[in-house]
């Protein structure tokens, strides 16, 4: 059908004819989940360090891990996706709860260590207590003679 338009633009909207009835009434239109998406944190600073607040709905203290290595602080998740039990009369024809492996790296510092670091998960939530350090002074730039 001919539909008038200005510089080769459909003056009506026919995106309505482009749905797939085709299509699995079931499938998903959501974008992937990522580590970012899932893994939201808050970071506070205040006189004396840091604080991150991390979610992690559904996930046990026993499936996250906190690391420290050459200055960064990795927060890991796992949720094992042969936990879950299925009705034996059944099958799922829908799954949305996250299963698999998920991190997120921070930069802290080459002077915090991991006894700095305090940690606690509660509600869903990993807490995070990191101090500030006294960066380092910096050595100032020196000329060297040349002979010649």
């Known amino acids: 059908m001919l539909m008038p338009g200005i510089f080769g633009e459909n003056l009506f909207d026919n995106d309505w004819m482009d749905f797939p009835f085709d299509r699995d009434f079931w499938g998903s239109r959501t974008p992937a989940k990522t580590s970012k998406s899932i893994m939201k944190t808050d970071i506070r600073e205040h006189e004396s360090g840091y604080e991150l607040d991390i979610d992690l709905p559904g996930f046990k203290k026993d499936e996250i891990k906190a690391e420290l290595e050459n200055g960064y602080l990795t927060i890991s998740a796992t949720k094992g996706a042969g936990n879950d039990e299925q009705d034996q009369k059944g099958k799922y ?38 101090p500030k350090k006294d960066a380092k002074a910096v050595e100032t730039k020196k000329t060297i003679a040349i002979e010649g």
């Not at 997120?104 to 002077?111: A, E, K, L, Q, T």
């Open 93 to 130: 024809i829908r799954r949305e709860r996250y299963t698999g492996t998920m991190q997120r790296s921070f930069y802290v510092g080459d002077d915090v260590t991991q006894e700095d670091i305090r940690a606690k998960f509660e509600d869903g939530i990993l807490k995070l207590s990191i």
